[in-house]
């Protein structure tokens, strides 16, 4: 999905009044979120937003072959970044972080494959959906009232957008960056299983 160029600035202004404690790396929150062995030859970053459709369908049709084929292999460690489209997603980016890392990736696994249901239901409120995945998986009202209003996390988190965006040229979501040890390969779009496939490989042989 393409970003607005106002979005992109409004993201882009915010996240320059970033706590300096973010850029020390100290909040335990902010660490990596991946899946994969840590030495693996590729490592791919994965850049998403929660409310994307095309970061959904990508979810739904290529990760769990690739979390099978190239992830519980050995071949790829994938890990991923934070690239929220709007005031939702940031926020649900956030729930996302705050919980036991171990539950990290069941929990996107859900937003992204009930998005219909929580963030564009007609007529519904995308935040007390929210609020109610989140207490599925284990995080009180107060908890999640309390993230809610947690600038600072919103601003780390829109920090590393924008950092996505001068370091990757990140534009759209999903965006991936496919590095090996001698080469790197960025690429934009939802990718089928044998394009994720191929570039991993190219890196690979560099």
Not at 88 to 109: D, H, K, N, Q
Not at 148 to 167: F, N, P, S, T, V
Request: hydrophobic residues 45%; contains cysteine.
């Amino acid at each position: 999905m393409r970003l607005p160029r106002r979005t992109l600035l409004a993201a882009t202004a915010l996240a320059a009044t970033a706590p300096a404690l973010h850029a020390q790396g100290t909040d335990p929150r902010m660490a990596e979120r991946g899946i994969g062995r840590p030495d693996a030859p590729v490592k791919v970053m994965e850049f998403f937003s929660l409310t994307c459709s095309h970061c959904a369908a990508f979810h739904r049709d290529t990760y769990p072959r690739v979390k099978r084929e190239l992830v519980e292999t050995g071949a790829v460690r994938l890990i991923w970044r934070d690239f929220p489209l709007d005031q939702v997603a940031l926020t649900a980016a956030a729930v996302a972080r705050s919980l036991p890392a171990e539950r990290y990736e069941g929990f996107i696994g859900t937003l992204l494959t009930t998005q219909d249901r929580w963030a564009f239901s007609r007529g519904g409120d995308p935040i007390a959906e929210l609020a109610k995945l989140a207490a599925l998986a284990g995080m009180s009202r107060a908890q999640f009232d309390q993230v809610q209003a947690d600038e600072g996390l919103k601003r780390a988190i829109l920090g590393d957008r924008a950092m996505a965006e001068r370091e990757f040229d990140v534009r759209a979501t999903p965006s991936f960056s496919f590095q090996g040890r001698q080469k790197t390969v960025n690429q934009s779009g939802n990718l089928s299983f044998d394009r994720f496939a191929q570039l991993a490989t190219e890196v690979r042989q560099a």
